[in-house]
């Protein structure tokens, strides 16, 4: 059939298709077939004028339907098959040159036993977005009352496959999902129909390039329920800021009316004023917790973290740690003893501050330190401990052995609290908002 569409196609004498012969009195033109053309431009590898010779071919066939200009040929070329369908040339065609076909289908067994009618067969179709596909015996056509093509295959030497595709659902639309009461939304949702399953209709972003959710919205026009399944997308799970967003938003939920809202005629499809969410209520308070931390840590550093899967006590630690050098709080603790190196000026400082109050003096120790959370570098911290009431634990021999350091010698020192009751400790912190190297530090 193509071959014969093609042959009527075929116009080869303009342009830089022609072979132009004029070395004698006379001009000669000579025209190559389109199979010999093809293949000269292949072996020229002038892969664009190929592509342009079958597309050429191609409309040139399609103009010959026998019912043109009312409708045309459809001839499409996929991994080597060839499938042709009728396609009207205006929406009035349809009307004014209907289409109609005859055809003896040899219909499965399960098909006949699954469906009464053709109606609830093609319903069916519809609905799932299924093609359905088939042997037959013959087909006719016709449009208007013009015949357009007969195929038989009554004595099984000739295979027809028939397939009868649904209509389409209508296209995906933007739309929004967002509270009656705060300001929390997912402002941007390509939505589309995706399955009817009785009086159920099924919507989804499933064709939504990189959206921040994964959204199934599930409504009953006829008894006015719905249901919705909503989670974050892989990637966006690994992000504090897309985590918090979501798991504010299932908290909201729980108390305030949503709609789901077309943004191209700016309605509400969907409102939801009593709503019942799969939410644990503890989970989503820790979640929300814990992220709204992290992203104070982000914004004040103007770091982003990739999260992962499962946080570490390290991971507690360093995220209270942070939170309390942001906010500027201290931790309070108790110590059992402190062990430091001194030289010997050191010593001979704390020589004189014990002289001096034998009962106990107030130490301060401090160090500085790259925090590395989740893998990103976020600031050198200052810790800074004070140390309640201490003492030296044996001073007359700490004493007596300093006397014998040389200049370059150093000394253990061991400290314990002066009393039971006075082994009290805090923490404070200080950072650079910068790792140096990076960028120039700015104390806090």
Not at 62 to 68: E, G, L, V
Not at 109 to 137: C, G
Not at 290 to 316: K, Q, R, W, Y
Request: hydrophobic share 35%; net charge negative; proline share 4%.
């Amino acid at each position: 059939m193509l071959k014969k569409l093609l042959n009527k196609a075929r116009i080869f004498n303009n342009g830089n298709k022609n072979q132009n012969i004029v070395n004698s009195p006379g001009a000669m033109i000579l025209n190559r077939s389109f199979g010999e053309e093809l293949q000269y431009l292949v072996r020229k590898g002038q892969y664009d004028e190929v592509a342009a010779l079958i597309k050429q071919s191609i409309n040139g066939a399609s103009a010959q339907h026998p019912a043109y200009p009312h409708w045309r040929y459809d001839i499409k070329l996929n991994n080597g098959q060839v499938s042709i369908a009728h396609v009207p040339n205006s929406p009035n065609a349809i009307h004014t040159h209907p289409f109609r076909s005859q055809m003896k289908l040899i219909l499965p067994n399960d098909f006949r036993a699954r469906f009464k009618n053709w109606n609830e067969a093609l319903q069916y179709s519809y609905e799932k977005q299924i093609t359905f596909e088939f042997d037959a015996k013959s087909i006719e056509t016709w449009i208007g009352d013009k015949a357009i093509e007969k195929y038989e295959s009554e004595d099984g030497t000739k295979q027809i496959r028939v397939s009868i595709e649904p209509q389409e659902f209508p296209p995906p639309t933007p739309m929004r999902l967002y509270l009656f009461e705060g300001s929390l939304s997912y402002d941007y949702l390509i939505m589309g129909l995706k399955e009817i399953d009785g009086n159920w209709l099924i919507l989804d972003n499933s064709t939504q390039k990189n959206p921040q959710i994964n959204i199934t919205v599930s409504m009953n026009p006829t008894t006015n329920e719905a249901k919705m399944l909503i989670d974050l997308c892989s990637d966006n799970s690994l992000s504090a800021k897309s985590q918090l967003h979501y798991c504010s938003f299932m908290q909201s939920m729980k108390t305030s009316s949503f709609a789901l809202k077309s943004l191209e005629h700016n309605v509400d499809i969907m409102v939801a004023k009593k709503w019942t969410v799969d939410e644990d209520e503890k989970e989503l308070a820790s979640c929300i917790s814990l992220m709204s931390d992290l992203v104070a840590i982000e914004n004040f550093f103007g770091v982003e973290f990739t999260l992962p899967t499962h946080l570490t006590d390290e991971d507690d630690d360093l995220i209270h740690i942070l939170k309390k050098a942001i906010n500027g709080t201290s931790t309070n603790g108790t110590f059992s003893a402190l062990e430091i190196d001194a030289d010997v000026n050191q010593a001979k400082t704390l020589i004189e501050f014990f002289e001096e109050k034998s009962s106990g003096f107030i130490f301060k120790t401090d160090f500085n330190q790259e925090i590395i959370l989740f893998g990103v570098s976020v600031t050198l911290l200052k810790t800074e401990t004070t140390y309640n009431s201490i003492i030296i634990k044996d001073f007359e021999r700490f004493k007596s052995k300093t006397l014998l350091m040389d200049n370059e010698d150093s000394i253990k020192v061991h400290l314990i609290p002066s009393g039971i009751d006075e082994n009290k400790l805090s923490e404070s912190y200080s950072t650079s908002k910068k790792i140096p190297g990076n960028e120039e530090e700015q104390e806090d």
